[in-house]
């Protein structure tokens, strides 16, 4: 199909402003609802790539079967708890009511029994096989909608003719008078009544359309037939990349700005800060330079987040800049998507990274795989924080301590990113946004809880000389290499266990020779990789950035303190860590 390039059945397009949507039942309501709030929020804070009117709708549909899945759920939810507050929010649920999800019947009246109440949502509702009243209802809602800016749901009830879909075969669950009273309900049908009744349009003319209607497109089957087809795996996975997109040059924040904010820090700017702080300083700094930046999360803004890295944000910037959201990482997420899609660079926060494992799907079905479904023309830039990885001693549980990165790493197209000190946390965080808003990628900036507040890591003093980096300094990354071949992790950790038994040299030994020998500020180049390997940059000095490409997307590293981890093994010595992923086959140089 067009929209998609071939690649999905789809609809939508960029020229009617209809983002093509996922198989994933009901995904889209959460950030149709994002885009519904985005469009308030442009009149406020205009963004350099507003695409929606500002007196602009959404239109959202779905069927009854979908209106029980999470995902809808959320987004009602989402959008009635914003109504209730006040504001903004011009959305317009329809709900195309045939009665039945694949087999499973819809209980008679349940979609009026669970949508018909809801606070903050108006309610609109027309028989879909009478087109007078499904126009009187539909254009009844969307004045109410635009007029009032607040959300509502047209309930139409139609019929389903035929199966589901091609491979499903009605009779096997239906008996067949249901099935033959269904298609005597045929809106079509009922639509020419309607106008016969009026005197608009005869029958024996509706008839001449149809048949006219089903030439014309029977003619242009074999046109169709023809188009270039996507005949190699390159041509498929052309579109996982979005397009970079130009935006205005920026000088950084302005130095004034940063002192005038309210709440701005006092102390010198040369000290040494946690990695929390600098977290903290580059959101503030990020936020100044691009107005475009929203931060969303759970306890974000009053609060300053459960572990303070957000902490006065709020302030400096305003409660529609730092929103503090509703407790639904599903319906967090869905507010960046929404708001990515009117030009916002959002920056949202999962407080753990094992609350992200129920909204996921906001990530793999809709942020992240969107430009492979539009063939480019559309995007969700967006830099997901979530804070992860083993916890602080004496405390945890599995909803704190949590390691798997494997969904994340397993997402075309999106960028991972893991800090292991402040500066290089305000530097990567920086170029994941600068990903986002030039380039329009996802990324993800997991943040290493233990590490937040620490000052002695491996010696006493080692982590406390840390200060906070310049504004212009930020970790460059190219990708060079869209498509890679995967990694096997696994195979490196079996060939470490032999190393390990053959004796090898110890860590700390192989550490002290390797890294403390060379002087510092020495600085080799990145090793070169030729196309039909994996972009992996092994940099042969201490502290610089480790980058590593793991099946499609891009996964970044930092490993200040020359400490390697494969497979949840440490090692020190970094030469021997490159030598037992190159012999493993993960890495080539």
Known sequence: DPVSGGRHKVLGGAALMIPPQTSTIASHLPKAVGAAYAIGLARRHPPEHRRLAPDGIVMASFGDASVNHASAQAAFNTAGWAAWQGAPLPILFVCE???IGISVPTPPGWVAATLGARPGIAWHAADGCDLYAAHAAARAAVEAVRRDRKPAVLHLRTVRLYGHAGADVPETY?????????????????SVRLLRDAGALAPEAALEIYT??????EALVPTVAARPHLRTAEDVAASLIPPARPCRPTNGPDPAARTALPGADARDPDAPLPLA??????????????PEVVVMGEDVGRKGGVYGVTQKLQARFGRDR???????????LGLAIGLAHNGFVPIPEIQFLAYLHNAEDQLRGEAATLPFFSNGQFANPMVVRIAGLGYQKGFGG???????????????????????TGPDAAMMLR??????????????????????????LHEAG?????????HRARVSISFAHDLVAPVDMDRAAIQLDRDLAAGQPSARSGHRSGARGRARGQRDPHTAFPDAHPQVVFPHHRGKLHIGAFGIQRVMFKFGTERFQINGLRIRHKERAMRIAHASGCWRA
């Open 174 to 190: 239906m008996d067949r008078a249901q099935i033959a009273a269904d298609e005597g309900n045929d809106p079509l049908l009922h």
């Open 212 to 217: 006219e209607a089903c030439a014309r497109v």
């Open 462 to 470: 080692d982590m406390r000389h840390l200060a906070y980096p310049s």
């Open 277 to 290: 702080r600098h977290i903290t300083l580059a959101l503030a700094d990020l936020m100044l330079e691009h």
């Open 431 to 456: 170029e994941c946004v600068r990903l986002a808003r030039e380039e329009q990628r996802v990324c993800v900036f997991l943040e290493p809880i233990a590490l937040y507040m620490t000052k002695d």
């Open 97 to 99: 009511d045939n009665g």
């Open 322 to 332: 730092v929103i503090d959201t509703l407790l639904d990482e599903t319906s967090i």
């Open 398 to 420: 599995h909803f704190h301590n949590d390691n798997s990165l494997g969904v994340l790493r397993d997402i075309p197209g999106l960028v991972l990113a893991c800090p292991s």
